[in-house]
């Protein structure tokens, strides 16, 4: 059963830091390129930011210089690390595997409030 588990959101202020981490299970996961999207109310799920098996990175402008995505696959693990966070981050943050089959995450709520 292939399982993609979330954790790390929360309620952060304008300016602040919060690392999200994916669990992965289930999948080859040194195959699957791994991804992060979020999905903001009342707004379609679009992709923050994601890394290959090869460990290339690619990033949406608005988080560029912000946020770091990583893999461990000794641990089945990706990693968003984000910081300066902005009230337009919050959301609700997916994680993503891709390769012969998409899988997805349940989500991680992520709040930039003052």
């Known amino acids: 059963q292939v399982q993609l588990v979330e954790s790390g959101g929360g309620l952060v202020q304008p300016g602040g830091s919060l690392r999200l981490s994916c669990a992965a299970s289930?999948?080859?996961?040194?195959?699957?390129?791994m991804a992060w999207y979020r999905q903001a109310p009342g707004k379609q799920r679009d992709l923050v930011a994601s890394?290959?098996?090869?460990?290339?990175?690619n990033y949406v402008d608005s988080v560029k210089g912000r946020f770091l995505i990583s893999r461990d696959n000794t641990e089945n693990t990706v990693l968003l690390q984000m910081k300066s966070l902005k009230p337009e981050d919050t959301a609700v943050y997916y994680c993503?595997?891709?390769?012969?089959?998409?899988?997805w995450g349940k989500g991680t709520l992520v709040t930039v409030s003052s």
């Open positions: 993503n595997a891709l390769y012969s089959r998409n899988y």
């Open positions: 289930g999948i080859a996961f040194n195959h699957y390129r």
């Open positions: 890394i290959t098996s090869s460990g290339s990175t």
